[in-house]
T-cell receptor, first 114, second 114 residues
Framework: KAGVTQTPRYLIKTRGQQVTLSCSPI?????VSWYQQTPGQGLQFLFE???????NKGNFPGRFSGRQFSNSRSEMNVSTLELGDSALYLC?????????????FGPGTRLTVL | AQSVTQLGSHVSVSEGALVLLRCNYS??????LFWYVQYPNQGLQLLLK??????LVKGINGFEAEFKKSETSFHLTKPSAHMSDAAEYFC????????????FGGGTRVLVKP
């Protein structure tokens, strides 16, 4: 069974631009969560989608948004990029989306904002 | 609110020696506790988790952790370090209400010396 895939793996943008990252969960998984990983702030929860609905949200500004499609693939969008948005963005999928189901993480998308 | 503190951002051990990574949590409700490992340029992999029941949890690759409610701790151990254990380790906490939202500690990078 294929794992969680994230595209692109690396991305370079400039301040003010917007970016869209994609996550394809493991086949059959309905929950997708997104995390931001930075050296300064560590791993922080962005949001979770389950069956195309945002079910949980972290403490990030409205510039960060996401969506999930009917095939469970998810995208996250960051508008008006800032230097501080440079990070590794990880997505994780699970079958039902609760603590009983293991979350499987993708390799991440490394975003650099210049 | 919940939080996780990992003592020691870097740990150096000799091959064959005990690995001990410390994790203390804060949670106002019964916690669910996790240890993840991250290898360079990869996502997170679940090592083990505690939800309910037996407080000594065994995971993959010879790791285990013990939930101690009185000490609010969930330390990770491995009796004998192997070179392949060199990685970054994250302790995380969740609870029933939080669902899939994980709150991570700052991480501990393990160096294994030959």
């Amino acid at each position: 069974k294929a794992g969680v895939t994230q595209t692109p793996r690396y991305l370079i943008k400039t301040r003010g631009q917007q970016v869209t990252l994609s996550c394809s969960p493991i086949s059959g998984h309905r929950s997708v969560s997104w995390y931001q990983q930075t050296p300064g702030q560590g791993l922080q929860f962005l949001f979770e989608y389950f069956s195309e609905t945002q079910r949980n949200k972290g403490n990030f500004p409205g510039r960060f948004s996401g969506r999930q499609f009917s095939n469970s693939r998810s995208e996250m969008n960051v508008s008006t990029l800032e230097l501080g948005d440079s990070a590794l963005y990880l997505c994780a999928s699970s079958f039902l989306g609760d603590f009983l189901n293991e979350q499987f993480f993708g390799p991440g998308t490394r975003l650099t904002v210049l | 609110a919940q939080s996780v503190t990992q003592l020691g951002s870097h740990v150096s051990v000799s091959e064959g020696a005990l690995v001990l990574l410390r994790c203390n949590y804060s949670s106002s409700v019964p916690p669910y506790l996790f240890w993840y490992v991250q290898y360079p340029n990869q996502g997170l992999q679940l090592l083990l988790k505690y939800t309910t029941g037996a407080t000594l949890v065994k995971g993959i690759n010879g790791f285990e952790a013990e939930f101690k409610k009185s000490e609010t701790s969930f330390h990770l151990t491995k009796p004998s370090a192997h070179m392949s254990d060199a990685a970054e380790y994250f302790c995380a906490v969740s609870n029933k209400a939080a669902g899939n939202k994980l709150t991570f500690g700052g991480g501990t990078r393990v160096l294994v010396k030959p």
